[in-house]
């Protein structure tokens, strides 16, 4: 017998005629405005946000060991700055992804069920990148349609395919992903096994929620996330089945994942695409080469967010390695662990191309739907912005030409964790 849900009563048809999300949101956009770095918008999000919801968007693998790895990382690098560069505003932050300009170097990366954080969903993230000027990208389990991204934004759009069994919706996500105009492709190959994140099991996370007790309880502490939740459609990964609910559809996602998806399946892949593609996952320098020798044009260094393989390597850590292993020709994307303007600025000098964010944009997204996530944006390009400037460098190119000159590793120490209460503010520095 199947459970009586809210939106399965109908109260959703309802409530979407009771405008009450304004008063709601009345506390969440003040604590959005006062925020001015990523990990205030953590905490913006933490405060909005079912717990369920947050931890799922915050964890990673096991004991979070990568995830924390991921952001200390860019501590043990320094910047060799020049001085009396003559410089002056504004810097240059244009560059090329997927052979297609924009205006900032770094983006959101495609990340699944962006309604379960905010109602406004990939639409936020959407208009985030129209108004910023750079790539968007979709996942294939996204709960926004391809076509209502491409309303919003008709600019650079790569989407992000997952390894599926079936051949046949393969082809037919990705024909709908060519007429929606998005001009790449993305492949993930680092999800093959379901990662283990304790914090979802602790949580007893589900998609939707299971409406027990706690639940509840917690429902009731974020009334403008609850008030989203329940005034609004159900969740449906809109890129595969529109008609068939997310809660619906999550066992029949689980049984198309394909583990012994190959090489031999990616070449088959490459040659239903027919256009820039990249491959998603990539940390060791040979798979790199193999990939290049497969047809992929872009090789995106990702260890999945930490939130898949515990003791992955820090993707700043691999980067200089994948960059020599493939030359200077083959575009690189990195995402992992950013969460300042300088943690962009490294990665350009140590061999990306371009930078994908994750976690910052959907905080900003959980805080305050495309408000926040411009908020993200806006943050992020501030400070690469001043970090070039303060480097001497005034371009994205001149960035990645002198890079190697400017950043230098230390061994860690003390004292790169700011204080006893990092922890807190989603800092991934020890606690002291």
Known sequence: MSTITPHKLGVHKILKHVPLNGFFDYLPKQRLAKAINIADLRLCAKARAHKMVFDYLDAGADDEISLRRGKDAYSQLEMHYHILSGLKPPLDLSTKIFGEDVNLPFFGCPTAGNRMFHWEGETAAAK???????????????????????????????????????????????????????????????????????????????????????????????????????????????????????????????????????????????????????????????????????????????????????????????????????????????????????????????????????????????????????????????ELDRAMGLLGTGSVDDLKKRGPGLIKRRAGSIRDYPDRYAFERGYGGGVI
């Open 128 to 382: 985030a990148a129209a108004h910023h000027g750079t790539l968007y990208g979709l996942s294939s389990l996204a709960t926004t349609g391809i076509t209502e991204i491409g309303e919003i934004y008709n600019g650079p759009k790569v989407f992000q395919l997952y390894v599926w069994k079936d051949r046949e919706l393969v082809k037919e996500v990705i024909a709908k992903a060519k007429e929606g105009g998005f001009q790449a492709l993305a492949l993930t190959v680092d999800f093959t096994w379901y990662g283990n994140r304790e914090r979802d099991v602790r949580n007893d996370f589900s998609i939707p929620p299971k409406y027990s007790i706690n639940q509840m309880i917690e429902a009731i502490q974020k009334p403008a996330w609850t008030y989203d939740f329940l005034s609004h459609d159900p969740y449906t990964y809109a890129c595969i089945n529109t008609d068939v609910p997310a809660d619906s559809l999550a066992a029949f996602v689980n049984s198309q994942i394909a583990p012994e998806f190959d090489w031999k399946d990616a070449e088959w892949l490459l040659g239903e695409w027919n256009g820039p593609a990249a491959v998603k996952g990539v940390v060791r320098p040979d798979d790199a080469i193999k990939a290049v020798e497969t047809g992929f044009s872009t090789m995106w260094v990702s260890n999945h967010g930490a939130r898949q393989l515990e003791t992955s390597p820090a993707t700043i850590d691999v980067l200089p390695s994948i960059r020599e292993a493939v030359g200077p020709d083959v575009e690189i994307i990195m995402d992992g662990g950013v969460q300042r303007g300088t943690d962009i600025a490294k990665a350009l000098a140590l061999g990306a191309d371009s930078v994908g964010v994750g976690k910052p944009y959907l905080y900003g997204l959980a805080a305050g739907g495309a408000e926040g996530v411009i908020k993200a944006y806006d943050i992020l390009k501030v």
